[in-house]
């Protein structure tokens, strides 16, 4: 990983400090990939999960810390089956210094901290996508689910009324022509 890159990642990590619960998050995400590499259930992650999305995503540049790792967006997930090892450590290292030491360690000396900004544009736009995406696809099953309930109804109304051809003879029934309504003693028969 190249310094810019590093100092990017650090100036974006600076901004999580404070969100624990991000931090951490990401911690487990990264560490789940360092103790088993060849894993790739562990190196791709659905944007649209809600617990990501509470803990993570709602954090601003917590995506755009992923990104400047290496993950890549491919839309509703988030791959890092490119992204090297080196890399997954160097990310982890950033965000571990985020982590208060325990009561007792010796404590590291401070860190500037790039002051946050009111908002991450990118970030929000995107999340806008999704939940206008996610929005949509509740709309299309409602109306899958409002037509099949219809069809349901309308098919158990179809069988709910007696056919009125059950009380005449049909096909291999008639044995007669007085079966069918014909006397062929009368005239005209």
Not at 80 to 96: F, P, W, Y
Request: net charge neutral; proline share 5%; hydrophobic share 40%.
């Amino acid at each position: 990983m190249s310094e810019d890159r590093t100092e990017i990642l650090t100036a974006l990590a600076a901004e999580l400090k404070g969100h624990d619960d991000c931090i951490n998050t990401l911690l487990r995400l990264l560490n789940n990939i360092i103790k088993d590499p060849t894993e790739q259930k562990y190196r791709q992650i659905r944007v649209t999960n809600a617990t990501l999305q509470q803990k993570v995503f709602s954090v601003t540049n917590a995506f755009d810390f992923l990104i400047a790792m290496g993950w890549e967006d491919q839309g509703e997930h988030l791959n890092a089956a490119t992204v090297a090892l080196d890399d997954i450590r160097i990310g982890k290292a950033i965000l571990e210094s985020l982590v208060p030491a325990p009561v007792g360690a010796p404590s590291a000396p401070p860190q500037p901290v790039t002051p946050p900004r009111a908002h991450n544009a990118v970030a929000e736009q995107r999340n806008k996508e999704i939940r206008e995406k996610m929005e949509e696809q509740r709309r299309q099953k409602d109306l899958i689910l409002q037509r099949s309930h219809a069809d349901q109804a309308f098919k158990a109304k179809q069988h709910a009324g007696a056919s009125k051809a059950e009380n005449l003879k049909f096909g291999g029934n008639i044995n007669k022509f007085s079966d069918v309504g014909v006397d062929l003693n009368r005239a005209g028969g």
